[in-house]
């Protein structure tokens, strides 16, 4: 895993409030770096081919659906919370955990620009 795409996606997840005790957490900078490493590939987050299956796998989890909870629960988790710090990267409306992940990665490629 590439190191520097791991540190933003902890970096920029902190900043918008995720909690790092959730398990979402390190399955969210796990898929945000997998996506990172590889631009041009077409991604898709479900199935058994999906990126959530793989992450399963590299946390010897026992399947993707698991791991698609813990990034939705933390989502969730961020929206409800008190500190809005999140609506700079984010905005306002709620998303789906693809939208997230696409939100997060846009970011950091916004920041690489600068």
Not at 14 to 19: D, L, Q, S, V, W
Not at 85 to 101: A, H, S
Request: with cysteine.
């Amino acid at each position: 895993m590439n190191e520097k795409y791991e540190r933003a996606a902890y970096r920029i997840l902190k900043r918008i409030g995720a909690n790092q005790g959730y398990d979402g957490f390190k399955y969210s900078i796990d898929i945000i770096t997998r996506i990172m490493e590889e631009p041009n590939r077409s991604f898709v987050l479900t199935g058994s081919k999906g990126l959530y299956a793989e992450t399963a796998k590299h946390f010897k989890r026992s399947g993707w659906r698991q791991i698609e909870r813990a990034v939705r629960h933390m989502i969730e988790r961020i929206f409800e919370s008190e500190d809005k710090e999140y609506q700079d990267v984010l905005g306002t409306e709620r998303m789906t955990n693809k939208q997230f992940v696409e939100s997060i990665c846009n970011y950091i490629r916004y920041e690489e620009e600068e």
